[in-house]
């Protein structure tokens, strides 16, 4: 069985990159990553000293001052290069990004592309969106001009989940907008934030513009909290979420902050199983269940529960786990051994609750060379109900609920109210009705018809409500209202 | 001197208006409100007590499920009957305004005029701003459409000031798009907030979609805390504005909140002083003082200082004072007696740190009947120094300090870094250059060019920055952002 | 049976209004013009001089001058003073436009309505929509900045079937922006458009801003061809909106063409006919079928043909005809006895070609007072192909052709390729995916999902195609791009 | 002297693209082209037969069948394709430019930057401007969806003078939207829209998508008379521009005729002369003249003139010419002999008008080697009056008229009233009054302030009014209501 090649075997120690130079944190605390297929250690990572976090705050904000000021053609030139070298190394930035987090080939090419997207995105954004307004005469001898402006240095905290596409949800937008960023990413992918800060020196992008410490969360209050930061664009946890979300009331500061979900999947009776099952497993099991889109729970309406659980126990059972560069793999491992354990540890608890575990993936098959990878089966509990914590919680892993239920207002009820998340939910269905009210009615930001991640293209914002959202601006195109502040010129001819 | 009629000498004890029906709080608790122009008591308003608060959000909520059902043509019916319902109450209201608040009848006939563009504007938010997005075949056979959801109750927190401008800068709008509100208005002013009440329970919206409690400060926390508000609007101090930012952090909800501001006037040598000092005196005596964007500094760019000070001075001497129903005032009184004691506090601060005064409007004269009221004549502040404390800070008066500076860069630094506000500066000059440089390198949300009072007209967002607003939405037409969330749907053709 | 009052008996013989003042023609030509229902006459209109016509334009050119700078917020206001008078004359126009035109009292309350509808849409628009541009240092130290201009007179030439809807489709927009206009409406239905201006008169515009000249075709090519007017704004039919096309093109002037149409509604068989049939007859038989929205051939696919005509047939048979102010009438009579004539020979042509009638409104039964008037009850064909000239053609009277067809794409085929129209096709179904493939396949400009009268809101524009549309701008919202154009400000600071 | 080497001395019989395959025309008609510096041949054009161009039409139509339902993201990439081709082919189009058309080098790269920036603005058009709206609920259980949908093929009719940065005006946002087309160059410049297409074909667009005939004015009413090109994109003369919008007009098609200019730059006394003089030279000789956004007539108001005359004289006499290619040359020839010679007949009627040639520029020195080149120099007429046919009409070549008036209002009553064209206006003045004034009356598409050749970046529409443009869509990103129509969508849930 052939894999695509590694790009290197072990990266080192890697290094931040701060006013556009890269060197070593003083602070002298290395830690140790790992390939999660092999449980082998690819890189190590320094915990930044509060110093170099100020210091790459520093070099943002002496940066701001000229990239602001920038002619708009000349800084979205930089943007069009970024994509450009992504387009480059996009076979190698999706290698790396398997070996780092976990996930197959094709979710990475995913990834990569759907960053790319955001990329394009800006650029579009900056040319069209961002244009201020204009009304003549709106009172006698007056005139009045909207401007976007940018406001300064921002806080990107990605998550390990999706470190590229995390980054590419906020950096490129920032940057178009006249912004400048300090990157601070979660410590388990810390070889593939490296390597996006590798192209973007390619790039050339003026020295403070975009920066990069390593700590994660030892280092992100110091990071929020600096006076020059004025807000925060974090992907992550609904707990760290919160907490974040807190410190920026505290400090008058501007957020998005996107945090967990907990997604349900409703199929009618009327929907075609042999459309809905294959988009299931790309749904809950995709990204090894990593993922803020990825489904939960899977609601059947009526009696297409029974030949519904059937099909979609057969098909998870079949799936092929495995290193992500086999291409054949339909399933890479957990990005962390710790990730694993909490996984492990929601579904011994969905046991203690009485649920019965109808696909069990705790200990899945491996060739001898993955023995020591993070890995994770598909994994499905029937008899399932409502009250249970894990019909209430996220597993963050590859772990599905199937539920009967009697009818589409029960099933819209249930995603409404018995969880404080409100991030993203499908319905198959081939009634027009039946999909009007569903994505009327159901209280999340992210609606998908007959496809199970409702995952929007770059130039939307990505949706999201209740406790899986905090914050005035969405990321993406939304980011505009994260980055800018509009001034408003009122001038009188006299 | 013929004054106009007051609509009621008294009005009695204020009723709360909650689910469409007014009624008494049982808190037992009232208080007295004056006439600032003669001290009389006009009117007694309840504390609430914090269940009829929960009670007035409760009452919101129940209305929103039908309300933000209800067709888009249908509600927006019910926002051009408030409009006419303003038209045909024009005069009662600004007569009140007066009144209760302190101002010039001609102030208050702008105040209400500037309402109604904003009633207008929600009218044109709903119908335009307010669409959402749909693209076909963005991929193969996917769709896909963002709709903007209204999210429920809104907790609207008005200032004395402009009682009438800050509840149209948010109430028109969240109806419009659906929402409910409960507002707390400030209770210096708590006649005209009835008043309006008064006028909204004219155009017959149903039950729970507008309620009005009293209490201020003592029941803003409890209201903004409910669990069914989704966030507020606020206008007011930024001391209790961070305080309110704060709360709404660690409840993980939304807020627009508007605080303070420190303004300055730049006149360049080339400005025409016949077109500049007429203007300089509505904004810096305009509401008595009492307005977020009126002005607190002038500075004078080189040797326009002597003859700039000194037509100021006798212009702002020859003001007329007194009862704002005589169409012939020009300076109303503060708002209360408080109020009126804080700018002593200021003027007496001021002089303490050194500045000389060169207009004292600490005692001025007036009718015996107004001896009682709040008056305070224009008070002008020479040799003044950007390190002292009422460089720094609002008096929210009728105060003016004036400073020499050499250069328009000079001035531009001190707008930027000497004060930690950023709501408006004005520039005057006729030279295309300076109105340019001016008004991309100050840092505030506002710019006037040749315009003291930098207002922007309803259409447009209030800009506002640094510590004079925190959040993520503007007032007025921006609160698209506040009040509603997007939601994006995904659909797949199979 | 209890009629609704007539508002006069007789009308006259009507002004034009030029230059704000009401005059007779000095042509001398006048012609009856009759009450529909009943054959009596009920007023006299003139047909003007081409004298005549260019004083009218030639007002409106110099009444343009200062109604373009007047400032935006004080033109709106007459916008929003013209939706008043709309909301206080409403029964009184929705009672003339019964009497003049022929239609229900419901037809005509809902006309009425949407007519304030677009007043409204105009406010929104110029409000929003109308907002220029403004990009700052888009290259080093250039700005740039894009308004829309009003460009000056245009001439809105207005059809008999929908006299207030189209009048109300162009001069609110064409007034907001700053635009004046000369209105020629068609000679059938003389009373209402000289009651729009009665009402408009009462608003109070400037004198010239609108201008009202009869004469219709005869008129109208005099009109266009003024140097002064810019462009004009049409509804009408597809022969008479290629000529004018054809003239605009010679005269290198601007064009929104709104012209015939052919349209189809589609039943699939798992459509309600609980829902569809009620919603048929609206689309057929609404204002006697002189509608450009209104539907000419049913499309029954498979087996749901014999029931679905059934249905339809027994439906049409019960419909009740008379004059529209009876409250209980369905169906009024067809405006003139030409366009009566005109159906009839449609039929005619219909018989000739081998369709076969099964149900005959040729000779209704009414009372006799209504003996004399132009009634023609529901009528439909069966067994029509689709090379008959009835299948391609308008009947534009209360004919339906009902044809059999075996598949959706069928159906497709026949609405895009049997007939040059492209105004609106239906279809009646609950399946998700047909109507998708519907409403994307189909080649016209509005599209009906389980609605057969496919009209769009006001802030939509009206859209439509192919030889039912000619020029750059829709009517409605979209006439920011008839009567308006833009300039781009490109500024330097050096 | 060094000059930069030609891609080519000579390019040989230039085939037509069609269907994604070169090919010679079978006409047999093949026209000679030269180097404009040297006067030698530098390639062979063919006359197309009318069958070709049908041919190309319906190869065009073919690939619309497809390429509208190409998902977006896909089709878009192909736009990205385009963008870094010509990046890659950056200098040898620019080289290819001077040698086929004649102007600097400075000036052809200037011409493929903002073609690049075309390709740039189409792409973000593509994904936020061309977005379809949504409004949920409009009315009770009413939705209603508006699309942009392509319409089809398009004539792409480019001239001579622009030939690479008209066809980026308008082909690559007809084939981001979904349209395909047939590009028809002018007929002297074959080489570089030959060199245009060979780097479209390397990006790998499917078959038919573009197009391209030779023939120019001899094949273009076939081509836009053909009934599958549902409109046409032109750049040209007004009276073939005219011609063509009558043509459209009896087709019922739609346009987007650019046309001529005459150009206006006012001087006021303010301005500081050392900013002027270099920026005036720019705008009345860049490309010789041969440019719709070249200057025609300088106004100097009031006692500038004599200072302003001399300056812009001087400046103007030392400008060096010679071929393109040499980086130092400022000036480079006219493109044919014809057109050297239009100017020199423009230049004899405004001596036989009686105005004072001041700079004659009719016989330039040049080395031998261009000693049959098409070359002119700078020329400058006084004394001229407004009455004058030289201060009407355009002479598309490096002429200037000076002349003296003592108020702003007069130099605008001269441009809005002394020329039927409306192109562009620019004012030289530091005074923000007078650049209100003069920006808000002058009766012109595009205005300078500061800026002599008032030239909007790629991302906002060029502006034209009068006679310099026909139609209801603009160039450039405009070019939505040109390509695209909406379809509105309403869909009532039942």
Chains 1, 2, 3, 4 share one sequence.
């Not at 995390?166 to 070889?191: I, N, Q, R």
């Not at 999947?265 to 809950?284: G, N």
């Not at 772990?399 to 109210?417: F, G, K, P, Q, W």
Request: charged share 25%; aromatic share 10%.
């Amino acid at each position: 069985m052939a894999l695509l090649p590694e790009v290197k075997s072990h990266y080192g120690r890697l290094k931040m990159y701060i006013d556009g130079e890269w060197f070593d944190s003083e602070s002298g605390v290395y830690r140790e990553t790992t390939n999660p297929a092999t449980g082998e250690p690819i890189a190590e990572y320094p915990i930044a000293l509060p110093e170099e976090v100020n210091r790459a705050v520093e070099a943002a904000e002496k940066a701001f001052e000229e990239w602001k000021e920038m002619e708009l053609r000349r800084r979205i030139q930089y943007i069009y290069r970024l994509r450009e070298k992504f387009e480059e190394h996009f076979d190698e930035l999706a290698r790396i990004l398997v070996q780092d987090h976990g996930r197959t080939i094709e979710e990475a090419r995913g990834s990569i592309r759907r960053s790319i997207e955001n990329i394009e995105s800006a650029c579009a954004m900056a040319y069209t969106v961002a244009k201020g307004e204009h009304v003549d005469q709106i009172a006698r001898n007056i005139d009045e001009t909207l401007v976007y402006e940018p406001l300064g240095v921002f806080a990107i905290i990605t998550p390990y989940n999706i470190p590229v596409h995390a980054w590419s949800s906020f950096v490129p937008y920032a940057l178009a907008l006249g912004c400048t960023v300090v990157v601070s990413p979660a410590t388990a992918c810390p070889v593939i934030s490296n390597w996006i800060f590798k192209v973007m020196e390619e790039v050339g992008f003026p020295p403070g513009v975009a920066n990069l410490v390593y700590g994660g969360r030892e280092i992100n209050k110091t990071l929020v909290s600096h006076p020059s930061v004025q807000g925060v664009g974090f992907i992550g946890s609904t707990r760290v979420g919160r907490e974040l979300y807190k410190l920026v009331g505290e400090l008058g500061k501007r957020a998005s902050i996107n945090a967990g979900a907990k997604n349900h999947v409703v199929v009618m009776p009327d929907a075609d199983l042999d459309v809905v099952v294959p988009r299931l497993l790309r749904a809950f099991y995709g990204m090894t269940g990593q993922r803020c889109l990825g489904s939960d729970v899977l609601i059947a309406i009526g009696d297409v529960y029974e030949e519904l659980k059937r099909r979609f126990v057969e098909a998870s059972a079949r799936m092929k786990l495995g290193y992500g560069l086999d291409e054949s793999v339909e399933l890479g491992p957990m990005t962390t051994a710790q990730a694993r354990q909490r996984v492990l540890d929601f579904i011994q608890k969905g046991l203690d609750e009485g649920a019965k575990l109808i696909l069990d993936g705790r200990n899945p098959k491996l060739e001898d060379r993955y023995a020591k990878g993070y890995f994770l089966g598909p994994t499905i509990f029937d008899e399932v109900t409502p009250d249970m914590w894990i019909m209430k919680e996220e597993s963050f892993g590859p772990v599905a609920c199937i539920i009967r239920m009697e009818s589409l207002d029960d099933a819209i009820d249930l995603i409404n109210n018995n969880t404080y998340y409100g991030h993203s939910a499908s319905i198959f269905t081939t009634n027009i009705n039946y999909a009007r009210d569903f994505r009327r009615k159901v209280n999340v930001g992210n609606v998908g018809i007959n496809v199970a991640i409702a995952q929007p293209y770059a130039f939307f914002p990505l949706g999201s409500r209740k406790a899986s959202f905090f914050g005035g601006a969405h990321s993406r195109i939304d980011t505009l209202r994260l980055f800018t502040d509009v001034k408003i010129i009122v001038s009188w001819r006299y």
